[in-house]
């Protein structure tokens, strides 16, 4: 694991700091990841717009796209695997 030195506002240091008050997360570090990797899957799923073609029914579409997903993740463990692509 790499390490990096961010250099972040007062009042963003604050909100997080509230934060990790508030329970959500158990130290700074771990927000900070969560964000990063947040934002990495928020990417991957901008490049995936308008990769669905579009035929006429878009509900469909998404509930069957839904349907497989459902068929792929069969525990919480498999929901671990794909947040470790982003670790």
Known sequence: ?????????????????????????????????????????LRELDKMVGSIPNTGDSVKEIRKIRKKLSSEIKSFEDVEKLNKLYR
């Open 1 to 41: 694991m790499d390490t990096l030195q961010v250099r972040l506002g007062h009042e963003m240091v604050k909100r997080i700091d509230e934060t990790i008050k508030a329970g959500l997360y158990e130290n700074r570090a771990d927000f900070i990841r969560d964000a990063v990797r947040r934002f990495l899957w």
